[in-house]
């Protein structure tokens, strides 16, 4: 096996799975800090939420959050979108342009592209765009403000400490999923969502403090929020069958369709926005008549729309509730998510998968009360963002009820698949794509992990002496076409330890010059302090010592002797890329049936 060590004498005791050090308890102290504080933020955007949609609605001074659907305008709720965007316009060319989008691509941004800095004014102007964005009808939910809120909160925290760059992270997610756990009482969905699409690994010194950090968001929701489920839903069986099961296979395909629909309508109405003849900072507005038309159509497409979730799950809505949500809503979310307005996208994927799964109640076996909008729900999310872990368990923590984790399991996966075939990108990595930026989000060992350095050093190779003299030397530098020019020449005593290294190029110098007394001049031009390695080293460390030296070889000793083994080089490191490619792409059959019946005879 690779990275298995047959070396008896090798010293591992610094290898271990995981890298991380002492710091993470610091890390982790902030994290909970910055939890606790998340949380409040959560708490005042979702108040800033109820009080422009008090104000554009109903004209009076209150926070509590509701719907717009009771509202006495008239023709005029046409305007009152478009008087929202408007000012988020204005924001956004004259404030800053970050606050545009949904969230969480520019959240991914920060962290990759900018070091997880995000500018102060970011954490004032995002939130309070978004709140007018969705109190003024925007088919948004709140969780990805939010998200982006509690991720610039975390990330000017730790810009004032002496801090990584991989801790800013840390920190900035832990922001991220503290607010998302307070807003939705989903601790546990809020660190997978960090996992699968904000933290870009999966190590303990991130996860700890984003995990303590979520778990801490929902403490302290408990006291200014209250306690969840955000949805209650009717208990359902433990377990539904095989034709419940197929059904699920039916829903996630239906929803794989859906979420690759969505992803389209959203890019290709930003498509058209890029061609038109007039500045950014009027898409809003023509978004926000979209919205406008349609919510004076159908008054349930309007903002975050809680109380339309929470009634397809109890399966109190009517037929044409449920067709107006998934035709009227999926069409003014995109347009106006395309216009480049503020806002987020788990509320609204959450209401169409809702009004999906009753459309599919209308054909697929009877199993309960809001079954199939649950299914759906968390088929769409785990389809439309590409994190099935996290529309599992976000259904999951939403409602409470455990026994749809194998439904759920079923149907996201199935989502997820039919999106990853069909789409190269999800609908928020799109976004982070057309900005001239690559991210790949599958997580795999590193070869460089497993494998030692013996595993791939060079060990034919030709050592030099202080006493050797000009003939020698000519022959050193003599080619073998099979293996190439030797670049690098170790120098070694009588014992075989090393001593010091002569390179090529130096050594050619040498030679051409023909000096007297070769054997001083070696010894002039001979490196007695080179960078090593060690057979039972991994190529992870060889990697990043060559990094920071920035040598391309080292002669590998033997720890405590010195003696010399081989040379391992950049080029050596390709191997174990090579290795990995061979097992990725060559197929073979191990075993044949008339094999296996005779190891079986016997």
Known sequence: MAGVNNNTN???????????????????LIAIGI??????????????????????????WDTTLVSPVGHHLGPFVIVVPVIGALIIGFMARYGSERIRGHGIPEAIEAILINGSRVEPKVAILK????????????????????????GAFGSLIAQFLHLTSAERKTLLVAGAAAGMSATFAAPVSAVLLAVELLLFEWKPRSMVPVALASATGAAVRRYIIGLGPLFVVPPHAAFIGPGGLAGCVIAGLLAGVVSALLTLAVYAAEDGFQHLPIHWMWWPAIGGLVIGIGGYIFPQALGVGYDVIGDLLQGDVA??????????KSIIWSFSLGSGTSGGVLAPLLMIGGALGGVEAWFLPA????????VSMGAILGGTMRSPFTGVIFALELTHDVNMMLPLLVAVAIAHGFTVLVLRRSILTEKVARRGYHLSREYAVDPLEILFAREVMTTEIVP??????????????????????QRLYPMVDSSERLVGVVPRVE?????????????????????????????????????????????TRFPVVERGSSRLLGLVALDDLLKARARNLDSERRRERVLRIAEWRLQSAD
């Open 319 to 328: 037929g044409r509730v449920i067709v107006g949500v998934l035709i009227v």
């Open 35 to 60: 939890g606790a504080v998340s949380a409040y933020i959560a708490k005042w955007l979702l108040a800033l939420i109820g009080l422009f949609t008090n104000l554009f609605f109903f004209q009076r």
């Open 464 to 485: 030099l002496r202080a006493s050797d003299g000009l003939p020698v030397l000519v022959d050193a530098l003599r080619v073998d076409p099979a293996k190439g020019p």
């Open 10 to 28: 090798g010293d591992l005791s610094g290898l271990g799975d995981f890298t991380t050090t002492p710091r993470s308890i610091l890390i982790s």
């Open 367 to 374: 199993e309960g009360i809001g079954f199939w909008p649950l």
């Open 127 to 150: 939130p309070l765009s978004s709140a007018i964005s969705i109190g003024s009808g925007g088919p948004f939910g709140a969780e990805g403000p939010i998200i982006m809120t509690g």
């Open 507 to 551: 050594l050619q110098q040498l030679v051409d010059a023909a000096p007297v007394d070769v054997s001083t001049s070696l010894g002039q031009i001979t490196r007695t302090t080179p960078t090593t390695a060690y057979p039972d080293e991994p190529l992870r460390l060889i990697v990043h010592r060559m990094a920071e030296t920035g040598l």
